[in-house]
């Protein structure tokens, strides 16, 4: 059984910056992609990010692109997503998710992630 442990949000003002953290009990951590996704209240799960499976490979959704920085530690079992320059419109919660598929390109819709973190919540207040 794989489990997807966020934290890391909260309440910060527009141009703060935030880093989530995501710590994964899986018995080999590194054989998963790792991923994040948004949901606005009324809106639909989003990519945000994702990253390859030795922390060499990452894409961006462009609403992110020089804001938002995935990274991952598998002597930690640990994804991150550091925020910065953050926008109201931001504000959502926020998912990690593992894709344990082994395919070259990385994966960037939910319908490619196998387990799904409960989420934590990324106010961003004007």
């Known amino acids: 059984q794989v489990q997807l442990v966020e934290s890391g949000g909260g309440l910060v003002q527009a141009g703060g910056s935030l880093r989530l953290s995501c710590t994964v009990s899986a018995r080999t951590f590194s054989a998963y992609a790792m991923g994040w996704f948004r949901q606005a209240p009324g809106k639909e799960r989003e990519f945000v990010a994702a990253?390859?499976?030795?922390?060499?490979?990452?894409y961006y959704t462009d609403s992110v692109k020089g804001r938002f920085t995935i990274s991952r530690d598998n002597s930690k079992n640990t994804v991150y997503l550091q925020m910065n320059s953050l926008k109201p419109e931001d504000t959502a919660v926020y998912y990690c998710?593992?894709?344990?598929?082994?395919?070259?390109?990385?994966?960037?819709?939910?319908?490619?992630?196998?387990?799904w973190g409960q989420g934590t919540q990324v106010t961003v207040a004007s």
């Open positions: 990253v390859g499976r030795s922390g060499g490979g990452t």
């Open positions: 998710a593992a894709d344990s598929t082994m395919i070259a390109t990385l994966p960037h819709t939910v319908e490619e992630y196998d387990y």
